[in-house]
């Protein structure tokens, strides 16, 4: 009977010592896996910072008619400031609060403005042109789009 009970604990032994090798032999997580960020975009946060009027449309045809009343908003400038990120501070649709938007590349070398993620995300802005002077955004949720237009941006006098 002794020696039935000694085989059976070496037995046990044996397998409990090999479930704590293989255990072991496991890495161990040092720390939890961060989301994917979404590319940089190829424009600068800086370029998008200022004081701008800001105008909109929904027709191709009034974009020039749209910058001029852009630049007629310059007394109530909609102001871009740097995100403590290194993004920029600009409101999201239908958010009264400012939140920091990053600039981001996407499919086909276009560049988005958005929360941070992949691009293009319904939240997110496709970048359609940026200069010194102005920027033209428009929104990728159609529904935000068919109420807010393409968002033309002309710089007022100063950064």
């Known amino acids: 009977m002794k020696t039935g009970f000694l085989t059976i604990a070496a037995v046990t032994g044996l397998a409990l010592a090999g479930c704590g090798g293989e255990r072991s032999a496991l890495p161990i997580p040092t720390a939890t896996p961060q989301a994917a960020s979404a590319p940089a975009g190829t424009v ?3 370029a998008l910072v200022g004081r ?3 105008a909109a449309y929904h027709r191709d045809t009034d974009k ?6 852009a630049r007629r908003q ?5 102001v871009v400031a740097k995100g403590p990120g290194g993004g920029v501070m600009m409101h999201l649709a239908d958010e009264a609060q400012v939140s920091e938007l990053v600039i981001k590349g996407g499919p086909g070398g276009k560049n988005y403005l958005g929360p941070q993620g992949p691009a293009p995300a319904l939240e997110d802005r496709e970048i359609l042109s940026v200069s010194e002077n102005s920027m033209t955004l428009r929104w990728m949720n159609e529904e935000t789009a068919k109420r807010y237009g393409t968002m033309v941006y002309v710089r007022c006098g100063g950064r």
Do not use: I, M, V
């Open 74 to 78: 310059c007394s109530n400038p909609y």
């Open 64 to 69: 020039g008619r749209t910058e001029a009343e």
């Open 44 to 46: 600068a946060a800086d």
């Open 52 to 54: 701008w009027g800001l």
